[in-house]
């Protein structure tokens, strides 16, 4: 808009034959009011133009993002990254107590900072399964004793003891699982023994832990030959006694129940075996 206080101004001179003083007030009035608007007029301009950024035009920048209805077009909020994944999750000040008293159709209850977390489509599709008010627990447990999954859908699970965990309550939602020392595992060690021969006359290979072939704890059986340890089902070198000594391959399998166990090679008189095992108290 053009400076309008630019054009000259006409009022009564003081020797034209009127009253210049009082004929000029509302002149000045209006040369006044005119300034007024001029200012306000320049004002708004300089914001418009400020406003106008790369676009060109005020206009052009607002057709970017509205419709001729005013509505936002989905172009421009595509472009602005209107994606759960574009925002940061949420977070509020509340506690879960004061969350829980907001009315959630009352709008004015909403706290400024509204929480939510980031979710996958997979994950929105797994929540929509979900029945409103559901309160069925779905639990699948894989058991190597009967070598399958069980699947608890609508059952009610129950917790019982066993020699090693003791349940309790600890408050209405909350269940703790002590560990216990069971009875079963009470055993004896034996170290350093020297096995009986299973047979008479004795093979050298076919033995008992003692003279009465006591049944040991499973996988407790350790045999050593000449100061070597075997492992069951596998093989080592084991040396003689002599000079250059000699290695062999010793293995052993063992039979827990029985109380005895057999070497894959006959010994000589001369080699040294010695057994350590445990015997249970139960």
Known sequence: MPDISLIPEVKYEPLQPY?????????????????????????????????????GTLAARLNQSLEENGNLKATAID????????????????????????????????????????????????????????TALKMEFYSDAISSTLLFEDETIEFIDSDTIIWSIESANKIKASMAFPASAAHEHYYDEIPVPAVVPPNYQDYKVNSIATPFVEDSL?????????????????????????????TYSSDYASGTFSLDVALTSSDVIRIDYDLSLV
Not at 40 to 55: C, D, F, K, P
Not at 92 to 99: A, D, G, K, L, Y
Not at 122 to 134: C, D, H, N
């Open 222 to 250: 350790r045999i050593y030959i000449n100061g070597v340890r075997l492992t069951e089902g596998t093989s080592v070198y084991v040396p003689d006694y002599s000079t250059t000594p000699t290695y062999t391959l010793v």
């Open 79 to 134: 472009t602005a990254l209107h994606n759960i994944a574009a925002h940061a999750d949420g977070s509020v000040s509340m506690t879960p107590s004061e969350i829980s008293l907001i009315d959630p159709d009352d709008t004015y209850s909403l706290p400024t900072i509204v929480p939510f977390v980031r979710m996958l489509d997979a994950e929105r599709a797994k929540l929509m399964l979900i029945s409103p008010g559901a």
């Open 19 to 55: 009253h210049w003083i009082y004929d000029n007030k509302p002149i000045e009035n209006l040369l006044l009011s005119l300034d007024s608007v001029n200012a306000a007029v320049e004002w708004n301009t300089q914001a418009i133009t400020q406003a106008l950024g790369s676009a």
